[in-house]
């Protein structure tokens, strides 16, 4: 009985790591960089954020 119950976890813990959720993939992706600081977006982790603008081979991040 415990075999059972093992290869029935087994059976779906490698299931549930093989599978992919059906989400599509969070990428934001402009044609041109950001001309000034209001349409640049948000960088961060929640505790230290920063707005990059501007473009190559001149990047003017702003940090908060």
Same mark, same amino acid.
């Given at each position: 009985?415990?075999m059972?119950?093992?290869? !029935?976890?087994? !059976? ?5 790591v $093989?599978?992919? /959720? ?6 934001i992706?402009?044609d041109?960089? &950001?001309? &000034?600081?209001?349409? &640049?977006?948000?960088? @961060?982790? @929640?505790? $230290? @954020?920063?707005?990059?603008?501007? @473009?190559?081979?001149?990047?003017? /991040?702003?940090?908060?």
């Amino acid at each position: 009985m415990r075999m059972v119950i093992y290869l !029935l976890l087994t !059976l779906f813990s490698v299931s549930a790591v $093989l599978s992919k /959720p059906d989400q599509p993939d969070l990428i934001i992706w402009d044609d041109a960089p &950001a001309a &000034a600081w209001d349409v &640049a977006y948000p960088v @961060g982790n @929640g505790r $230290l @954020g920063a707005m990059p603008f501007a @473009g190559f081979p001149r990047d003017y /991040p702003q940090t908060a």
